[in-house]
């Protein structure tokens, strides 16, 4: 009896791609996979670093360490945790930062540019896909493989940097990097960063100049990100009298900070009295008896990160909107008249 009817069957059960969206997987198929074995590599690596790290704090205690800072032992060890696993992971978290603009730069920005410069586009108006399915496979199918890829490398960084921090200490954990090499702040931006491309893309018509647009405008708005960040969330306050330093906790991110008067008055800043013999005499005579301090505690790291994060979704989602937008107006911005028949 022939068993080829179960296996056709069953073979047509099996979700696959068809239509846009595997024509689509076609044109992109080897950005794809090559992100996706990136992906797949550094994960295993990260796994791997992962075990090592752990291994080498529990075999060592160096979590209990931490509390007694003035040990000379637990300092050398310390040390040397930090040198063999602090300090290599620093240049992967540095090139994480490049991941979004890679994504913008190589597969948004020549995605619809190319369509449009060399005229195929036209081919969809002889078709029988709308305009906007073609502009909505065009859009979606690559930015879930960014969303994947990018997903998987921000888990295998986050794996591979949190016992390592939770050993050593979250030390400058404000710092663009590790922030932005590590949780879901890495998929949003390279998710919007891919949808300024594409949007950029849709107006200029050449890949090319779309490329470097993306790359320029790109950075600019990371920029304006990274400006916007330290208030994303409501700054801590703190105050403290006959003091000279901030008054933050450890590893906090301290934003802004100055001198205090007896009265608990913000006073402007006596800048001749860091160059003076008698510091706190000089102080005393311009009415500084204390500081101020507002700053970011580290338990802010992960709401920090799930709020730019939001910024990121809330600036793609303006940005796909507007590339419909144009989509739907024929490619114009004016809105399409429909026909009329003359008598």
């Not at 009896?1 to 696959?16: D, Q, Y």
């Not at 208030?231 to 933050?248: D, F, G, M």
Request: aromatic share 10%; proline share 6%.
């Amino acid at each position: 009896m022939s068993t080829n009817a179960p296996r056709t069957r069953e073979r047509s059960r099996r979700p696959r791609l068809s239509g846009l969206a595997w024509l689509i997987w076609r044109q992109n198929r080897t950005a794809f996979w090559i992100g996706l074995a990136a992906a797949a590599a550094l994960a295993v690596y990260a796994v791997v670093q992962h075990q090592d790290v752990a291994a080498a704090a529990g075999a060592q205690h160096l979590r209990d360490c931490r509390a007694h800072a003035d040990s000379v032992d637990c300092v050398r060890r310390l040390v040397a945790f930090q040198n063999d696993y602090q300090n290599p992971i620093r240049r992967p978290l540095q090139a994480m930062l490049l991941l979004p603009f890679l994504f913008g730069l190589f597969l948004g920005g020549p995605q619809l540019a190319q369509e449009l410069e060399s005229g195929t586009y036209r081919t969809v108006a002889t078709q029988s896909v709308t305009r906007m399915r073609w502009f909505t496979a065009k859009l979606c199918v690559p930015l879930a493989m960014v969303v994947v890829i990018s997903g998987v490398m921000a888990a295998a960084m986050t794996w591979w940097w949190h016992p390592i921090v939770e050993t050593a200490g979250y030390r400058q954990w404000q710092s663009w990097y590790p922030f932005y090499g590590v949780g879901p702040v890495v998929v949003g931006l390279s998710a919007l960063i891919y949808l300024l491309g594409v949007t950029l893309g849709i107006f200029l018509r050449r890949t090319v100049l779309a490329m470097g647009a993306t790359l320029a405008l790109g950075g600019a708005l990371f920029a304006v990100i990274e400006w916007a960040r330290p208030h994303l969330l409501p700054l801590h306050t703190a105050t403290a009298q006959h003091t000279v330093t901030p008054p933050v906790p450890d590893n906090a991110w301290l934003v802004a900070d100055g001198p205090l008067s007896p009265d608990g008055r913000h006073v402007p800043e006596a800048w001749e009295c860091f160059a003076a013999d008698d510091r706190g005499a000089c102080l005393g005579s311009h009415g500084i008896s204390g500081r101020w301090a507002e700053f970011h505690p580290v338990s802010d790291l992960w709401p920090l990160q799930w709020a730019t994060t939001g910024i990121c979704v809330v600036l793609a989602v303006v940005l796909v909107a507007v590339s419909a937008w144009w989509v739907r107006n024929g490619f114009s911005g004016r809105p399409r008249r429909a026909a009329t028949v003359q008598p």
